[in-house]
Nanobody, 125 residues
């Protein structure tokens, strides 16, 4: 299983970025896909997740209304559209996949079995 995230960069506050994560080596449509972020010295935090059928999405409170997670099962890709970015969104962003996860644990990084390399997002004030 390989996950590759890209699309990070430097953006001014209020700007937008779209992250993508391409997956291979798994039956993508059967996996829950998540995005997490981490700043140095802190734990990896949940950002958003989307279930197999794209019918349900989940967000941490701080990004609700600004970020949108989506997936294209035909392309084995999950996206994170980030709008109205703030300096506190600065972090390394990781995508993750899980074949078996419940709604109660969807925000727990320990429940995800596969991780991609992160992509840096820097928001300047």
């Amino acid at each position: 299983v390989q996950l590759q995230a890209f699309g990070g960069g430097l953006v001014q506050a209020g700007g937008s970025l779209r992250l993508s994560c391409a997956a291979s080596g798994l039956t993508f449509s059967t996996y829950v896909m998540g995005w997490f972020r981490q700043v140095p010295g802190k734990e990896r935090d949940f950002v958003a997740a989307i279930n197999w059928s794209r019918g349900s999405t989940y967000y941490t409170d701080s990004v609700k209304g600004r970020f949108t997670i989506s997936r294209d099962n035909a392309k084995n890709t999950v996206y994170l559209q980030m709008n109205s970015l703030k300096p506190e969104d600065t972090a390394v962003y990781y995508c993750a996949a899980s074949p078996t996860i419940t709604v109660a644990t969807i925000s727990s990084p320990d429940k995800y079995s596969n991780w991609g390399r992160g992509t840096q997002v820097t928001v300047s004030s």
